[in-house]
């Protein structure tokens, strides 16, 4: 690893050294969701220098975080992906997305959404994912260009990049839908508003948005606000 060593014998210290380094959180954050291509990451990643992703892969590799392998394709192109050491990283990804997201409101001037980014939040957002087991229902949720999937069934919450085949409700939204997860727009004032669009059975927005949450950090309003 490139990153200068902290001279301690301390796991956060250690940690630190490996997944510390910029870029490197969202390098992990992307393959959590699946494996990726070289060429995934790149646009999954805007902005990334493509020797910095090579050298992070790299990285990554070498400390057993993740593993290339040939795809199954007709393309036969390397995809590379987490190994089960690297996939131990996911609950800190969460617990790091959701604090991170507490602090959120609106984007930053160049900020987008990416497939991965979503998935993510929809993730986080699921929490232990746990519903009633009658429940079968299937959601695409669109923000601009990017679709994701949600699914409720066995009594579990399933998230995955990509639309859902034959989705009983697609949600279209945009940026506000932060303010949905966060408990701070209810279902109903959310349709009336125009935060959302909905393809489907209308009826089971309720059911999307009383299973997922992402708590804002009343902490973080005072400080901006200056109280």
Request: aromatic fraction near 4%; include cysteine.
């Amino acid at each position: 690893m490139t990153n200068q060593h902290y001279g301690q014998f301390c796991g956060l210290a250690r940690a630190a050294e490996i997944v510390g380094q910029r870029w490197t959180l969202l390098i992990l954050r992307d393959l959590s969701v699946g494996p990726q291509r070289y060429s995934d990451l790149v646009s999954g990643l805007p902005g990334i220098p493509t020797n910095t992703l090579a050298s992070r892969l790299k990285d990554l590799e070498d400390e057993g975080l993740v593993a290339r392998a040939g795809s199954s394709g007709a393309e036969r192109s390397v995809v590379y992906r987490l190994t089960p050491r690297g996939e131990e990283l996911g609950p800190a990804l969460d617990a790091l997305s959701r604090w991170g997201a507490g602090g959120m409101r609106t984007p930053r001037e160049g900020e987008i959404v990416t497939t991965a980014s979503i998935t993510a939040a929809l993730r986080v957002a699921a929490g232990d994912g746990v519903v009633p087991k009658k429940w079968n229902t299937t959601y695409t949720l669109r923000v601009g260009d990017i679709e994701a999937h949600l699914v409720m069934r066995d009594g579990a919450i399933t998230v995955g990049p990509g639309p859902a085949e034959g989705a009983d409700l697609i949600i279209t939204a945009g940026p506000q839908i932060r303010d949905l997860l966060a408990g701070e727009l209810d279902a109903q004032t959310a349709i009336a508003a125009g935060v959302v669009r909905l393809e489907g059975d209308a009826s089971l927005f309720q059911r999307f948005a009383d299973s997922l949450r992402v708590p804002y950090s009343s902490n973080v309003a005072g400080i901006a606000e200056g109280t």
